[in-house]
């Protein structure tokens, strides 16, 4: 069934450094993609999102492009802050009997530290 | 308040016995869902329903039961608790438009230990 795959964690990363969190989907389709992200000890809560091929989404200086051509939504800010540290989930968009459920990766655990 | 809210948000419970976590949301969002958080899983769908009396099993219901008699209430009981089920529960909502589109509203998750 389609399905998400994304990098194994936890990510450690320097304050101001580049981040890139790789995902790729497995689908029948062309399914809506999203980042989702869990703060510690919080529920999870949209980060972005694309709902067709070279779709961008972005939000808080984090970026991804919805890739037909690799069948990737890798996920990317430029200079991360403490505060970015969280868990990171791709997820993608399934359809199922009466109606569509999100179908999350595995998460990634991101520790920015000063 | 206006959102979506799970209780307890701790519970410790022994092998074998019945429990019960709530969620309850404001927003007469159509769609709920539970889901299982464990490492090295991520997150398994449970159960979801699309309205009031209409629920449909995920990837791991077993062991799960749920009902949805109202559009507000969406609770997850464990028949008899099994060590196995010791996760962090969340339960999430989505709007009366779901489609391919829709953003998913999670709650701040239950941790249910068994022993």
């Known amino acids: 069934g389609d399905s998400v795959t994304q990098m194994e964690g936890p990510v450690t990363l320097s304050e101001e450094a580049f981040l890139t969190i790789n995902c790729t989907y497995t689908a029948t389709g062309y399914p809506s993609l999203f980042w989702y992200v869990q703060y510690p000890g919080e529920g999870l809560q949209l980060l972005l999102k694309?709902?067709?091929?070279?779709d961008k989404g972005s939000n808080k200086g984090f970026e991804a492009t919805y890739r037909k051509e690799t069948t990737s939504f890798h996920l990317e800010k430029g200079s991360v802050q403490v505060s970015d540290s969280a868990v990171y989930f791709c997820?993608?968009?399934?359809?199922?009997?009466?109606?569509?459920?999100?179908?999350f990766g595995k998460g990634t655990s991101l520790l920015v530290t000063p | 308040d206006a959102g979506i809210t799970q209780s307890p948000r701790y519970k410790i419970t022994e092998t074998g016995r019945q429990v019960t976590l709530m969620c309850h949301q404001t927003?007469?969002?159509?769609?709920m869902f539970w889901y299982r958080q464990d490492l090295g899983h991520g997150l398994r769908l449970i159960y979801y329903?699309?309205?009031?009396?209409?629920?449909d099993k995920g990837e791991v219901p077993d062991g799960y039961v749920v009902s949805r008699s109202k559009t507000e209430n969406f609770p997850l009981t464990l028949e008899s608790a099994t060590r196995s089920q010791t996760s962090v529960y969340f339960c999430a909502s989505s709007p009366p438009e779901a489609d391919m589109n829709t953003e998913a509203f999670f709650g701040q998750g239950t941790r249910l230990t068994v022993v």
């Open positions: 694309a709902t067709k091929a070279d």
């Open positions: 997820a993608l968009i399934l359809e199922v009997n009466s109606g569509y459920a999100l179908n």
């Open positions: 329903s699309a309205a009031a009396d209409i629920t």
């Open positions: 927003w007469s969002h159509s769609y």
